[in-house]
């Protein structure tokens, strides 16, 4: 039997199973640390006892919902897909913004024009060739002011053009034929050489 003394009241408890207890006890002390739940239980409220506990953080959307959305907005403004574009080319000063084999969709009442793919940003030095036929009259004066600055980068640049486009000029031309030589006999020199 055991007497506690609680507020100047005397107690008297009978303790049957002393063993059985105490070996509870400790196993349960064995399983959990003490310090850790302290610390778990007192992470969960923002203030002190008697606050209210924290909120549940909240999982931020995905940015599938947003691409929803914005289908749902361009279906109801009625867009249609524009088959059979290979390239899309968006000039920005002296870069341009190039898609190659886009999704192109357009709503031309609603003047809304859709381009979807993977975007590069390349400079206009470096897809030049590829695009001279695309280029308008309205461009006209942006190709001359390359021009200009491909010639002042490259000190004697027109001389070197001037150079090249002479041999592209023979090489243009049919070649005269040699007496006495013949496709196959040059190609069979080629052949153990």
């Known amino acids: 039997m055991e007497v506690k003394v609680v507020n100047g009241f005397r107690k008297e408890t009978t303790n049957l199973y002393p063993p059985l207890l105490s070996s509870i006890s400790s196993?349960?002390?064995?399983?959990?640390?003490?310090?850790k739940l302290q610390k778990m239980a007192g992470a969960v409220r923002t203030g002190g006892k008697g606050s209210v506990r924290r909120k549940k953080?909240?999982?931020?959307?995905?940015?599938?919902?947003?691409?929803?959305?914005?289908?749902?907005t361009l279906k109801r403004i009625g867009v249609n897909a524009i088959p059979a574009i290979e390239e899309v080319n968006i000039f920005k000063d002296e870069?341009?913004?190039?898609?190659?084999?886009?999704?192109?969709?357009?709503s031309i009442a609603a003047n809304t024009w859709v381009v979807s793919g993977s975007p590069q940003t390349k400079k206009l030095q470096?897809?030049?060739?590829?695009?001279?036929?695309q280029l308008g009259p309205d461009?006209?004066?942006?190709?001359?002011?390359?021009a200009e600055q491909f010639q002042k980068q490259a000190p004697g640049?027109?001389?070197?053009?001037?150079?090249?486009s002479?041999?592209?000029?023979?090489?243009?031309?049919?070649?005269?034929?040699?007496?006495?030589?013949?496709?196959?006999?040059?190609?069979?020199?080629?052949?153990?050489?």
């Not at 870069?95 to 357009?106: E, G």
């Not at 640049?157 to 090249?164: N, P, Q, R, S």
């Open 27 to 35: 196993s349960i002390h064995a399983k959990m640390n003490v310090e």
């Open 157 to 164: 640049g027109a001389e070197a053009a001037g150079a090249t």
């Open 166 to 193: 002479a041999q592209a000029d023979d090489d243009d031309e049919v070649p005269e034929l040699v007496a006495g030589e013949t496709f196959e006999a040059a190609a069979e020199e080629g052949q153990k050489s």
């Open 57 to 72: 953080k909240a999982v931020h959307k995905t940015t599938t919902t947003d691409d929803k959305r914005l289908q749902s």
């Open 139 to 146: 461009n006209l004066d942006n190709l001359r002011k390359l």
């Open 95 to 106: 870069t341009v913004i190039q898609f190659l084999n886009p999704k192109v969709q357009a």
């Open 126 to 133: 470096d897809i030049l060739p590829g695009i001279l036929n």
